[in-house]
């Protein structure tokens, strides 16, 4: 490509709304403009990145034995009706009515309408394992969209959905899967770990993310260096203790702790570690009664350094659905106001859960349910009853590993790929049958498997940028290779030069952009930089009288001067 | 490709719905499927073909200097309501609410994205002539969808704009559009031709139609074989008569004519030839008064074996926003109702336009106002005033060529593209300027240039099929080549022989499909025929016996043997 057939457009300065260095980064470089709220025209340099995602995606989806379709943006209401998610789905999913009043979705995914082709398509098992995805137009009406490609609204995302006659074959075909998107993200050229999921209210046997580790993501990875042990938080087990709960040694004592509502300040005031002290917080479960006879509350104690983990407190059996309660709810059933709580004394009955950590402490703090005071020395079984225990908390970093291989480490990443035992979820509903050996109709087991294809390249620059701008992996950058010629439209020999090196970089397959717009080479060096391409070769008369060129790898602090006869062969070997 | 690791699904039938012959054969080949009216999941076997007309787009687009980027699905209603097409559209823009009630329009086409892109992009002179491209789903609220993918409501259409400095500019971006339009169509191996069209409503200096010649065509395409000249019905100009017009030989005469309304019967009563009769046509225009005061009938008039051309009678100086008027209308403006009526002694004044060939016609019949009574010897000057005179019947075969150089004929064609010079009709309402070498701003001269990349499916079949089924052009296909062993599964030889040549032919770029699957020969010849693959090799036992294989070509009526080793280069150079 030359440049004065391309449209390069950069910005010194980043628009106001834009929070994060990938959103504010594409900004700059051209790569994408606002159209409204989470929604973005991607400009051709951007459109360029994408286009390498999806080319990545599409043979190793191809190469796993994946099957391309297409399906339609705009789906008829009718099949998320047959699933029950034309209800669920609330405010996210995109209504719309056509001219005769009937009502579409926008998709956000397309498990109705695969699961439809295939009731249809998919007659005998002698058809099955069958795996078909597409590459498509995504809506999901955010509540707040922001962070420019990172949560839109419009957005590309690669479904893949996978079709098999019993579990075994969805474990071989989520596998392989699991296989093809390791492949894909290794192409991709980006760091990233692919953690055990949460099934989440879907059910279903199986899950992964795959994250792109990124300080700055918003989900936080655990895993442990020692073993292949890797999961989110809100699937990541935190053990129990292993030593024995110790015996009480104090006596419990009504405390003064006037004002103090956070553990951090009991312990502060009390003098005591903040480990000593234990958390409560109170969630409200509505039971299935409209007049409220099945209203439950519930108390959930977590140590004082520990944060409650709401996937996990969910599981705990009758507390699907739970609630925070409010603080006139608080008052009613302990009598006291939100920060002097605890299960001891409670003005109304209610269901105390205690963390596996909390259940294994003596000799702790917690609230006494009167405002200004706390207990300390409290022990289980001898001032209160034994509680239920759960794992209620998010792991942290030096727990035990789940694996008992090690300890626990943290990294931040942002999730860009999810894989999914669906199981009969949607086949059920839809009844998507296949008659088996015997003749007799039996259940699709489904899987799904996403990647977030225009979510890559914000993940692919929070991991890879500088002061200058965008550092691109190759594999993913608009271009490879930038040909900046000093005067190209001054100097004859470096004209030639140029248009040499760039035909013979086309012809030996390198995706090469000659700037041949003659902007001065501050203005050259600075918008590559920003845009990130990973290879820059100068060309100046200087060198050529010497007959030498200049590269420099994006990350590179300096240039290496090279011979002009040897830079395709020193450009293929840095790309191979 | 393997057809193991495909999907194939063929039908015997077409379903009820399907009216014409592409969408009868894309159903049976297994290309589409329904999911709701007008809308379509593209099938393995049918996306294959997409992806084919999208690269052939996307090289000549680039070839000729546009620059792909990709435009949102779902658009703001902001900048439709700037040009006023939020209102004008009607229920074919499909109108969507987003969470916060704010008003979208799913994308028919992009002009106001793509300006708005430009205004804020394209500064100055420099920056121009720039056009951008995408290809992108479409959808459009069709009254009625029919006729698979050549009337469906979501579609993908490439779109491009051209920006341009001045007029002259923007004649060179049209023609370099018009001549990658018709290096597109050549490359698809389509019969088709270009032909002006009439720029309708949306104004602009020029505009032509790409259609693809088929008898099943909706449209009407008139062209000269004896010079270039070619025109949709719409534009195609009806020159007078060259002949000045007789003198009157005849008397006006009213002739009683019972029960005879429609000019073929009165010719035939009278026995005298249909081109002597004169056909009455009542329009009304409104006026600009909600009263009616604006009110103005008008006959309009062209000879017995001609028809209205509405467009050009639309563009009569007056007649703009014409309907034809209700019987009640008609009887108190002739004082008889249709069947009978005439310029001659109506009721209340009505404005009379001859065609232009009408106007050169003497001793005519119309009608008499009266019911069962015509007038014969009718001349104009003596029995009437003279009318006003306008171009206002479709051309027929054997009218003269506007051109002066022969006589037109006509073919039927399906319109797949469209380039329109749209001057500033968009940028005028959106402000899209940019600063002239004086820093004076200076408003964009636009084009447009579509291609409706799913309906050249359904054009490229009508064009190409037989009682077998479709027949591709081998840029087209779904598959280039398909093997077809008779016995993969069972003959080692053949199943080496086949594998061995699907290996050589994939190793040199022939997009070939090998029949493992194990069907019988007829299941097998009669999918692959249905599917419309060009190039079809027969790999059997006995052929090997013999060094042979059987090549067939789709349109072939006989099977040619060809040496084992000579097959690979044969087929290239059918391919080539």
């Avoid at 609630?323 to 109304?348: D, M, N």
């Avoid at 918008?527 to 420099?552: A, F, N, T």
């Amino acid at each position: 490509m030359r440049a004065s057939r391309f449209f390069i457009s950069t910005l010194k300065e980043a628009p106001a709304d834009a929070e994060i260095v990938s959103h504010k980064l594409m900004m700059r470089a051209g790569m994408i403009k606002r159209l409204g709220s989470g929604i973005y025209t991607y400009m051709p340099m951007g459109l360029r990145v994408i286009r390498k995602v999806e080319a990545i995606v599409r043979e190793e989806m191809n190469r796993a034995g994946a099957i391309e379709l297409l399906m339609p943006v705009v789906q008829p209401a009718e099949l998320w009706q047959e699933t029950g998610r034309w209800d669920k789905m609330g405010p996210e999913l995109m209504r719309v009515k056509d001219r005769h009043g009937r009502d579409f979705a926008i998709q956000p995914t397309s498990e109705e309408v695969v699961t439809d082709v295939v009731r249809t398509e998919i007659r005998s098992y002698r058809q099955l394992p069958v795996n078909f995805y597409h590459i498509q137009t995504k809506f999901r009406d955010e509540r707040r969209p922001r962070f420019g490609l990172m949560r839109g609204r419009e957005f590309t995302m690669k479904d893949a959905y996978s079709f098999d006659r019993d579990t075994a074959g969805l474990q071989r075909s989520y596998e392989i899967m699991f296989d093809a998107y390791t492949r894909i993200f290794t192409r991709f050229g980006l760091q990233f770990r692919a953690v055990a999921a949460d099934n989440g209210a879907i059910g279903g046997s199986g899950s992964h993310e795959f994250h792109v580790i990124a300080e700055t993501g918003e989900d936080a990875l655990v895993y442990c260096p020692d073993s292949d042990y890797a999961a989110n938080m809100e699937a990541a087990e935190a053990l129990a203790p292993t030593a024995a709960r110790a015996a009480p040694t104090q006596a419990l004592t009504k405390t003064s702790t006037p004002g103090k509502q956070r553990c951090e300040d009991v312990a502060a005031l009390l003098g005591l570690p903040l480990t000593q002290n234990v958390k409560s917080i109170v969630v409200v479960t509505e039971g299935e009664e409209e007049n409220g006879a099945g209203k439950q509350v519930w108390l959930l104690l977590v140590r004082g350094d520990h944060d409650l983990n709401e996937v996990k407190a969910s599981k705990v059996p009758g507390l699907a659905g739970f609630r925070f309660a409010g603080e006139s709810e608080i008052l009613e059933w302990f009598g006291s106001p939100p920060g002097y709580l605890g299960p001891i004394g409670t003005k109304k009955p209610v269901r105390v859960v205690a963390d596996r950590t909390v259940a294994a402490m003596s000799d702790f703090v917690c609230g006494a349910n009167e405002t200004d005071f706390h207990f300390t020395g409290v022990n289980w079984g001898r001032d209160l009853p034994e509680a239920e225990v759960a794992d209620l908390r998010n792991v942290v970093e030096g727990d035990p590993s789940p694996d008992g291989k090690g300890v626990l480490a943290i990294q931040r990443g942002i999730e860009v790929g999810h894989v999914f035992q669906l199981g009969t979820r949607y086949s059920e509903d839809m009844k998507a049958t296949f008659l088996d050996e015997n003749g007799k109709p039996q259940l699709l087991q489904m899987g799904c498997y996403g990647i977030g294809v225009t979510r890559i390249l914000g993940a692919a620059i929070e991991q890879n940028f500088d002061d200058k701008g965008i550092i691109w992996p190759a594999s993913l950058a608009p271009f490879e290779v930038v040909l900046c010629p000093m005067g190209y439209d001054r100097s004859e020999s470096v004209k030639a030069e140029a248009d040499r090196l760039y035909e013979a970089l086309t012809a030996a397959g390198i995706d090469v952009i000659l700037d041949d717009r003659g902007e001065r080479p501050g203005v050259m060096f600075a918008d590559w930089e920003l845009i990130g391409v990973p290879h820059r070769v100068v060309i100046g008369e200087r060198g050529l009288k010497e007959g030498k060129l200049e590269y420099q790898g994006r990350r590179d602090t300096e240039a290496t001067a090279v011979a002009v006869d040897e830079m395709a062969a020193f450009l293929q070997a840095r790309l191979a």
